[in-house]
C-alpha cells in the first residue's frame, strides 16, 4: 500500500507561482510512475502531468504545456508540480497519483492522495 500526502497549495494571483509536493510513503518510490490531476467545481477530474519513475518520460495536458513542470526527487521520495504563470482557470483541487503499471502513461493511475486547494484569483 502506498500513501500519498499533497501539499502546497493556497491562494494567489494570477501571473504569480505555486509549487506542490506530494510526500509517498510504504512502498519502494522508485516502483511508481507519478502524476498531477485536477478537478474543478462542477467539472470532472482531469490529467495535468505525468512524469516515469525515471524522469525520462513527461507528459503534460495542453492546457499547462509551457506553464507547468513535473519533477520527481526519488532520493527523497517526493514530485513536485511547477505551477507558473497560474490562471484563474487553473483553480481546482489538485491530485497526485501513482501507478506501477504502463496504464500510467494512457493516464490510469491506481493510488491517490487526498488533494490540495488551488486558488488563483484575478
Known amino acids: 500500500q502506498v500513501q500519498l500526502v499533497e501539499s502546497g497549495g493556497g491562494l494567489v494571483q494570477a501571473g504569480g507561482s505555486l509549487r ?23 467539472k470532472e477530474r482531469e490529467f495535468v502531468a505525468g512524469i516515469s519513475w525515471s524522469g525520462g518520460r513527461r507528459y503534460y495536458a495542453d492546457s499547462v504545456k509551457g506553464r507547468f513542470t513535473i519533477s520527481r526527487d526519488n532520493a527523497k521520495n517526493t514530485v513536485y508540480l511547477q505551477m507558473n504563470s497560474l490562471k484563474p482557470e487553473d483553480t481546482a483541487v489538485y491530485f497526485c497519483a501513482a501507478e506501477t503499471s504502463d496504464r500510467w502513461a494512457l493516464g490510469d493511475f491506481g493510488s491517490w492522495g487526498q488533494g490540495t486547494q488551488v486558488t488563483v484569483s484575478s
Do not use: D, E, K
Open 20 to 42: 506542490l509536493s506530494c510526500a509517498v510513503s510504504g512502498r519502494t518510490f522508485r516502483s511508481y510512475a507519478m502524476g498531477w490531476f485536477r478537478q474543478a467545481p462542477g
